[in-house]
């Protein structure tokens, strides 16, 4: 019976050790690599921008959860509109996108023809995966449109290492074009 307590004993001292492990705290890393206004001026370069916000109807949330196949948070967001002398316009949105730990912030501008021209990390998170933020991987969103599966592993090429913020940046784009479409175009 002694030997039966110190055992249990033993366990009950040892095993909070063990949930230190299980409770492993992931560090924070903070790589800014542009600001707002860096990214809004690199898209938008000397174009006067508004800034806007448009709150979905829950149809139109509805709608928008369909066309990406996930649930989405917010029912308001904010984009930034100009206008190009030639009267075309340009969209863009800052988004976050939910990575392995932590939210990759970025921009993604959309065209008059409501395809993507350009996509940048503005803030990573992550301690690995950082490689999601170099030309390479990003210029593949180039000329997307929402119907393009815009998916790693069908249209979209993953940064070995970042598969998680490869999947985040993809369906962030994806989710850039269906709120244009969605909330601006067709409003």
């Given at each position: 019976?002694?030997?039966l307590f110190v055992?249990?004993?033993?366990?009950?001292?040892?095993?909070?050790?063990?949930?230190?492990?299980?409770?492993?705290k992931v560090e924070y890393y903070e790589q800014v690599y542009l600001t707002e206004k860096q990214a809004l001026d690199m898209v938008f370069k000397d174009l006067k921008v508004e800034k806007k916000q448009i709150t979905a109807t829950k149809?139109?949330?509805?709608?928008?959860?369909?066309?990406?196949?996930r649930k989405i948070k917010e029912d308001t967001f904010t984009?930034?509109?100009a206008k190009k002398?030639?009267?075309?316009?340009?969209?863009a949105w800052i988004l976050?996108?939910?990575?392995?730990?932590r939210p990759i912030t970025f921009i993604v501008s959309i065209n008059n023809k409501i395809t993507v021209e350009q996509v940048a990390i503005m803030i990573y998170r992550e301690k690995?995966?950082?490689e999601v933020q170099k030309k390479r991987f990003l210029n593949q969103f180039n000329n997307k449109s929402s119907k393009d599966e815009i998916q790693v592993n069908q249209d979209i090429i993953n940064?070995?290492?970042?598969?998680?913020?490869?999947?985040?940046?993809?369906?962030?784009?994806k989710k850039a074009l269906v709120l244009t479409e969605e909330l601006i175009i067709k409003k």
């Open positions: 019976m002694n030997k055992l249990v004993l033993s366990i009950f001292l040892i095993l909070p050790s063990f949930n230190s492990f299980a409770e492993e149809d139109k949330k509805n709608i928008i959860q369909k066309r990406l196949k984009y930034y509109f002398s030639n009267n075309e316009n340009i969209y976050d996108e939910h990575g392995k730990h690995r995966g950082a940064i070995t290492g970042a598969t998680i913020s490869s999947w985040s940046v993809s369906a962030g784009v």
